[in-house]
DNA sequence: TACATTTATGCTCAAAGTGAGTATTAGTAG
DNA sequence: CTACTAATACTCACTTTGAGCATAAATGTA
């Protein structure tokens, strides 16, 4: 006897604009099927959601069709780069099983649009590191990030002996305080670290208390939203070196200066800018049209465009950021 | 009102013996969940399945616990790397539905074991090139290219006008007819555009047709399962290169030219050796162990050991294979 | 024992790619 | 005309890669 199983649809929709990466967030409170009873930890916490949807076997022929479907709908907007990010299952995920409800899955997707268009009634775009301040080294090492390894620190000691070695092995690789250095791919890894050490205010949350017993670091979302988004940065992190999607998010032409803001809001490294020029120049994804972009305050910059041939041509390589030319 | 929608898990268990690449496969007539009615198409079909087992969210805390569960429970093995690979559910994938049954929705895994240790009934180990040939070119340009490209050209041509130049555009892409070269990773790419080319078996099947019109290329598997395999090779492909998982696949003494023969099997293509040796040793991944291995024929070969401390130490960087130094 | 054979391992070298600068250019604002 | 700003160009040491040649340590055979 198999118990009821309800299929859901999440969405990472990420744009990039004034140098930040934005996520689309909509405030759960609005979503009818959120019942008051569940209480101060979501509704009325003033948390913010990633848009979700359902999947109806009955209506809709393919997961990436009925989220195209009901982006469409809330959003306005065609979405264009759409990808599959990962299944949610785990028991507990949504509060709303303590209630007797069904066992919710998630199937998430990351989504990205150009900003700008989409406006919609409850829903607004927000800072990404807003939710992950970790993730952003664009300034230098985090501020967050000093204090955030002396409660790591607190998590490795309050652990017998045994496995405080294990423990600090795990705070070593996510974070870089080994030999190992900072990898902005862990995205992931170092969420649930912080997740499992109670640093982060939805363990409590999770647990039924509302009020953390220690610090906690970034803003929360609701359910395992946050989880999901660290997916998504993770993913499009990883991603950008090897595919050229940076140019799902930025308009059709672009200063070199543009796109490497773009690929630095998203990455959270600063770049070196000759060298940043080099690579997507000598990698055929781009091409000048000739024309000036005088709005920079110096020397006018020339407008490129993404060139689509380069699919066809080449191994279509992404502005292979993170791996490539660091700092400035 | 939304209908009826079943989760279920697939598994692709890969394992590498005698430098072949393996998938663990079982015999769809053994499954009890298959109905007669579906005839050839499935049943008597002796087409390899790849083992799946349900998604019981009355049972099953996680999915990867579910997982892991039941491969043990098949296969009498534990399996040590287990990651997600893809949730299928396209409408029609499973042909039961035609016959009035639920949506069926698939979270497909990866697992990844050292053959030798499984021996279950009704399961057996198949080489992945049996059902995508076109992927091995460890000994050149696969026999089958040539007749493939020649369908293909026939695809092409099949199509308006308008639309031949997208479509040779996109054959050029996949299969590297262009200046781009083969590319490794585009496992999944090729198999979908051959599935829509008309070009493997299941793509009659789906029709109801169990006999092709026109050439069809690879053993058939049974549903969608081809697919999820090609996404799980794709999949191991792209992860060799940054992360070390091959070691998960070999006995724990090694020599280099064994850990070769694997990354080869797996990759598809022949590795430059005096090379891979050199990437390998300066990545700090393995260790000599001073023993000797003289099976070998020649000069006897050093064993090496993975060195489980690199995760700590460095970026954990895979043996960079396809990327990599080519050819012998 | 000397020697061919086989495979492992070591070494070299040119070409390409990368990190980190300095130098020059073409605008704007005063 | 000049100071300032940002874009673009060029340089240079260093590392990584692709490809091959050379040597080492086993085995089997004349």
Chains 1, 2 share one sequence.
């Not at 996520?23 to 959601?49: N, R, Y």
């Not at 022929?61 to 990808?83: H, M, P």
Request: proline share 6%; glycine share 12%; hydrophobic share 40%.
């Amino acid at each position: 006897m198999t118990a009821r199983t309800e299929v859901g649809l999440n969405a990472v929709i990420l744009a990039v604009s004034d140098q930040q990466p934005r996520v689309l967030t909509v405030d759960p409170e609005q979503l009818p099927e959120i019942p008051d009873a569940l209480g101060p930890g979501i509704k009325g916490s003033g948390l913010a959601a990633l848009p979700s949807g359902p999947f109806d076997p009955a209506q809709d022929r393919t997961l990436e069709l009925a989220l195209r479907n009901w982006v469409q709908w809330q959003t306005k907007t065609d979405i264009g780069y759409v990808e599959q990010l990962y299944t949610f299952a785990d028991q507990g995920r949504d509060p709303r099983e303590r209630l007797g409800g069904p066992r919710v899955l998630s199937v998430a997707y990351l989504a990205l649009i150009k900003e700008g268009t989409v406006d919609v009634a409850h829903s607004r775009w927000q800072d990404c590191y807003a939710f992950l301040p970790w993730e952003d080294w664009r300034g230098g090492k985090p501020e967050a990030i000093e204090e955030l390894a002396a409660a790591l620190e607190g998590w490795i000691g309050a652990d017998g002996r045994a496995n405080r070695r294990q423990r600090r092995e795990r705070v070593e690789i996510c974070f870089g305080f080994g030999d190992a250095g900072w990898d902005g791919y862990q995205v992931l890894e170092r969420y649930e670290l912080l997740y499992e050490a109670g640093l982060v205010s939805e363990y409590w949350l999770d647990l039924g208390d509302p009020k953390p017993r220690g610090p906690v670091f970034g803003a929360p979302m609701a359910y395992d939203h946050r989880r999901i988004l660290a997916t998504g940065l993770g993913r499009i992190r990883g991603k950008l070196r090897y595919r050229p999607v940076v140019f799902e998010l930025i308009e059709r032409d672009f200063t070199l200066m543009g796109l490497q803001h773009v690929v630095e809001a998203l990455s959270g490294l600063r770049l070196h800018k000759q060298n940043f020029r080099r690579l997507v120049e000598r990698s055929g994804l781009v091409e000048g049209t000739g024309r000036l972009d005088n709005r920079t305050g110096g020397r006018p910059a020339e407008l490129f465009r993404f060139r689509r041939e380069v699919l066809r041509e080449r191994r279509a390589p992404g502005v292979g950021a993170l791996a490539g030319p660091r700092a400035d």
